[in-house]
């Protein structure tokens, strides 16, 4: 039932107009995606090829979308977008050094005055924070005592995979690294009504340059 907010985070944030183009990177198979094309010009989804089949199949006929097959970082394209979103994807990348370039990439695309949300970013300093408080705790016990009922299968994951950790320092120097290469860098919090929104959080980044043509410039 929390998924059902993320849509109405991400466009609160993003300040999402009918007139955009978005580039959405690691889409997955449209839950966020398909009620954005409703809201907005155009949208360019990237992902593995298996996952944009599987887009295909569930959403027939919706014509706004251009589907990119691949891996991000090894993809060239060739347009800049208004908005720029990648949700619940930097904690599969392999190091910081890859988060960094990952970042910087899809920076390259963003149109002056536009605006990109890394989203979702599992911080585990802000997760310790929150479960040393009491109602971290009741939460916590809570949590482990509706998993010790649930019938749901676990799922594994592949370990043989190493993914970089997200902490205080690790999101600070992201912040830094966007600051000093000109972009205005911001870390938001997450509302508590998200699935996750007691121990992630967003990074949002924003192109300065903005051409104002039919305004005079400000003093």
Same mark, same amino acid.
């Given at each position: 039932?929390?998924?059902?907010?993320?849509?109405?985070?991400?466009?609160?944030?993003?300040?999402?107009?009918?007139?955009?183009?978005?580039?959405?990177?690691?889409?997955?198979?449209?839950?966020?995606?398909?009620?954005?094309?409703?809201?907005?010009?155009?949208?360019?989804?990237?992902?593995?090829?298996?996952?944009?089949?599987?887009?295909?199949?569930?959403?027939?006929?919706?014509?706004?979308?251009?589907?990119?097959?691949?891996?991000?970082?090894?993809?060239?394209?060739?347009?800049?977008?208004?908005?720029?979103?990648?949700?619940?994807?930097?904690?599969?990348?392999?190091?910081?050094?890859?988060? /960094?370039? #990952?970042?910087?990439?899809?920076?390259? =695309? +963003?149109?002056?005055?536009?605006?990109?949300?890394?989203? @979702?970013? *599992?911080?585990?300093?802000?997760?310790?924070?929150?479960?040393?408080?009491?109602?971290?705790?009741?939460?916590?016990?809570?949590?482990?005592?509706?998993?010790?009922?649930?019938?749901?299968?676990?799922?594994?994951?592949?370990?043989?995979?190493?993914?970089?950790?997200?902490?205080?320092?690790?999101?600070?120097?992201?912040?830094?690294?966007?600051?000093?290469?000109?972009?205005?860098?911001?870390?938001?919090?997450?509302?508590?009504? /998200?699935? #996750?929104?007691?121990?992630?959080?967003? =990074? +949002?980044?924003?192109?300065?340059?903005?051409?104002?043509? @039919?305004? *005079?410039?400000?003093?």
């Amino acid at each position: 039932e929390a998924e059902r907010y993320i849509f109405f985070d991400i466009v609160k944030k993003l300040k999402i107009k009918p007139t955009d183009s978005i580039l959405d990177i690691g889409c997955g198979t449209g839950n966020v995606t398909f009620p954005l094309s409703f809201i907005s010009q155009q949208i360019t989804c990237v992902d593995h090829i298996d996952i944009l089949d599987r887009m295909k199949a569930r959403f027939v006929g919706v014509n706004n979308l251009q589907l990119i097959p691949g891996n991000f970082l090894d993809l060239e394209i060739n347009y800049r977008f208004d908005k720029i979103l990648s949700y619940s994807v930097l904690h599969y990348l392999t190091d910081t050094k890859e988060v /960094l370039n #990952f970042i910087d990439k899809a920076l390259g =695309l +963003l149109k002056p005055g536009g605006i990109a949300l890394f989203g @979702d970013i *599992p911080n585990s300093t802000l997760k310790k924070r929150f479960l040393d408080t009491d109602y971290g705790k009741r939460f916590l016990e809570e949590w482990n005592r509706k998993q010790s009922k649930s019938t749901s299968p676990e799922v594994e994951f592949n370990e043989d995979h190493q993914t970089v950790v997200f902490d205080d320092e690790t999101i600070t120097k992201l912040l830094i690294h966007n600051r000093l290469n000109g972009y205005n860098s911001y870390i938001l919090p997450q509302p508590r009504k /998200l699935p #996750f929104g007691n121990t992630r959080e967003d =990074l +949002l980044i924003i192109h300065p340059e903005q051409e104002y043509p @039919d305004t *005079p410039l400000a003093k």
